[in-house]
């Protein structure tokens, strides 16, 4: 090569890499087409809702700050929206997919979602939203893997492979929710699947997944599913608990772990037993009676069927209560970003504002509601992002209708309306949840990561502060209160938006245990919250309205 050929490829490769340094972060891109099909994963043909055909959805494979571009086609009969549980939106609740934040897609239309996993690593799912969808399926799995500068606090293992557990019914989307309208709870489902499927135990069964002897494999375990907790185990193995719900833990080894619904976590497993197959077991919790969901894992030089005795599940709530009390952050990994997670002391930092939500139902009109402080929410034709944003919040719904410390009173009477809450931007906030139901509650908060701080049975009173933990809680996005518990968790609202704030369980989100936290940009700044884009679909009493004044740096 001649030194002016040289020059030149020197010259390019140097404006390569410039473009690299000062370019935006990666970008992947996705189409989605969304329609009915029938599957049968209980042996019991059933309408399901498919993504380009695939029960479960595709796998979204991501790394910490890449953009996600989804182009989903609403091929259904009604309105769809997506969710994506965990995924923090950081100023951009635009794209969180709640009727709170978003117009659905309507049939036979689309619509282009734009989002960045900004400063996240992690386990994480999507759903649908919408009509009791999920139902039907339409969820996957959303993995977020540390940028290659990031160290990571274990050996990168053989394989990642993502396992979504959660019961199932046998019944349509659509009978459910119709049950669910009627006033009716939706009863006891009919199985538990390990992605999608339930291993029949006949000797027909494929594996879900092989791995290769003295090799370690890393399990992303999220529970996807309707109404019960769940207890994750592999036969013969022990788990090395690594990461939850985007934070680096303590790695304890565990031979089952409890999975509420809406939580994900990542463990190591070890392929260092009898080449052979093992079953991975999926057990309900807390119910009378217990349904068994069955995935096979093959070694691949196996030469033997799984021992048909399986291991069996732990019992009572103390010993779930007390798994979770084991679980710690680990302070010394770094995560999204170098620095390492326990450089943040939030057990240092002023509580400005403690909020005390209990659950409740009753019958409203002869119909079951669910409520949060004697409030069951209703969704609204017009997002309330976008009435707060054009301003006419007030014909849309009043912020505020439920005290942050409710009266007894407040569980007998329930009443029917949007239920926002106004919230300071940048507050430190303590939120407790009470329990004092007979079933387990799971808690989800999108936008944030929150540090559930102590979880423990009876009421809370102020002086049960001293319990807390104020050093190493885990930062995560879900918490579950046993019955007649309590939970408390800490967060600082550095997230500016509208942000749904529901229980996990779907019958209970879609009969009203759910409200929004309006987190609002009040300096109307681009550097607390992108603006609403002029493409975005509008519905409800904001379509047609002028476009507000665009916001300042």
Known sequence: MDSMAMKLLLLCLSIGAISVVHGEDPYLFFTWNVSYGTISPLGVPQQGILINNEFPGPNINSTTNNNIVINVFNNLDEPLMFTWNGIQQRKNSWQDGTPGTMCPIPPGKNYTYHFQVKDQIGS????????????????????????????????????????????????????????????????RPEGVLINGKNARGDGTDEPLFTMKPGKTYKFRVCNVG?????????????????????????????ESLDVHLGQCFSALVTADKEPKDYWMVADTRFTKTMLTGLGLIRYTNGNGPANPELPLPPEGLAWSLNQARSFRWNL?????????????HYGAINITRTIKLVNSASKVDGKLRYAVNGVSHIDTETPLKYAEYFGVADKVFKY??????????????ITLAPNVVNQTYRDFVEIIFENHGKS??????????????????????????????????????TVQVYPGSWAAIMLTFDNAGMWNLRSAQAERAYL?????????????????EYMLLDTTPLCGVVKGLPKPPPYGP
């Open 400 to 413: 505020d209708i439920i005290k942050d410390d409710p009266s007894p009173e407040a569980e007998a009477k």
């Open 440 to 477: 387990i509650q799971s808690w989800h908060l999108d936008g944030y990561a929150f540090f559930p701080v102590a979880i423990e049975f009876g009421r809370w009173a102020p002086e049960k502060r001293r319990n807390y933990n104020l050093l190493d809680a885990i930062s995560r996005h």
């Open 332 to 344: 010394t990994a770094s995560a999204a970003r170098p620095n390492p997670q326990g450089s943040y």
């Open 124 to 187: 994480y799912f999507y759903y649908p939203i919408t009509a009791m969808h999920r139902a039907g399926g339409a969820f996957g799995g959303l993995r977020v893997n540390s940028r290659l500068l990031i160290p990571v606090p274990y050996a990168d293992p053989e394989d990642d492979y993502t396992v979504l557990i959660g019961d199932w019914y046998t019944k349509s989307h659509s009978s459910l929710r119709k049950q669910l309208d009627m006033g009716r709870s939706l009863g």
């Open 512 to 528: 009203g245990q759910q409200l929004y936290l309006s987190v609002e940009n009040v300096a109307r700044s681009l550097r607390d």
């Open 226 to 254: 309707l109404k019960n907790s769940l207890n994750f185990r592999i036969q013969g193995h022990t788990m090395k608990l690594v990461e939850m719900e985007g934070s680096h833990v303590v790695q304890n080894t565990y």
